[in-house]
């Protein structure tokens, strides 16, 4: 079966513009969380869905939102772009609710901010 | 205040021989470990996982070892593959948190020398 999908791949944006991008979770799986990945970071934990509500988010500022919808894909959006959020944005989806089930994840969407 | 720590950002090893990859961790709460392999331009990968109730679980040529006293997980891979060269991240979960929340190290790249 398809995995996570990620759009758009890779993409460039400029200081204080906004950015949406989107993920299509793995066929059955309700749960979808954002990471954020930058060189030396490892994978920062930006928030998750289920069943469309967010039931945990990290620290990072309000500029990064996120939604989930009922067919359980989700979407993220950046407003007023940094140089520092320059990173690769990673979603993962889930089969189970549970903390301990495996996480799948997309390729990633690249995103450089000039 | 980073709670799950790769002090080694990269490793290399000769075909053959073993691989050993360290996390550590603050965060007492953690009861679930897992390990993650990338690479370049694909997403995570899932590759073995411990519950804190064990010391130990192996999977193939890959194992991991924790050590709940020392807060210190590893993982061994036996014998090690050119394929095997990757990003490899250690994450951890808490199961007092109900939504899907991992906390993920820096990450050590490896490189398997043929």
């Known amino acids: 079966k398809a995995g996570v999908t990620q759009t758009p791949r890779y993409l460039i944006k400029t200081r204080g513009q906004q950015v949406t991008l989107s993920c299509s979770p793995i066929?059955?799986?309700?749960?979808v969380s954002w990471y954020q990945q930058t060189p030396g970071q490892g994978l920062q934990f930006l928030f998750e869905?289920?069943?469309?509500?967010?039931?945990n988010k990290g620290n990072f500022p309000g500029r990064f939102s996120g939604r989930q919808f009922s067919n359980s894909r989700s979407e993220m959006n950046v407003s007023t772009l940094e140089l520092g959020d320059s990173a690769l944005y990673l979603c993962?989806?889930?089969?189970?609710?549970?903390?301990?089930?495996?996480?799948?994840f997309g390729e990633g969407s690249r995103l450089t901010v000039l | 205040d980073q709670q799950v720590k790769q002090n080694s950002p990269s490793l290399s090893v000769q075909e053959g021989r073993i691989s050993i990859l360290n996390c550590d961790y603050t965060?007492?709460?953690?009861?679930?470990f897992l390990w993650y392999k990338k690479y370049p331009a694909e997403g995570p990968t899932f590759l073995i996982s411990?519950?804190?109730?064990?010391d130990k679980n192996e999977d193939g040529r890959f194992t991991v070892f924790l050590n709940k006293s020392a807060k210190h997980l590893s993982l061994h891979i036996v014998p090690s593959q050119p394929g095997d060269s990757a990003v490899y991240f250690c994450?951890?979960?808490?199961?007092?948190?109900?939504?899907?929340?991992?906390?993920f190290g820096s990450g050590t790249r490896l490189l398997v020398r043929p």
């Open positions: 994450a951890a979960s808490a199961g007092m948190d109900s939504s899907y929340k991992l906390i």
């Open positions: 411990i519950s804190s109730i064990k």
């Open positions: 965060n007492s709460m953690f009861d679930y």
């Open positions: 869905y289920f069943s469309e509500t967010q039931r």
């Open positions: 066929s059955g799986h309700r749960s």
């Open positions: 993962a989806s889930s089969l189970t609710a549970s903390n301990t089930g495996e996480l799948f």
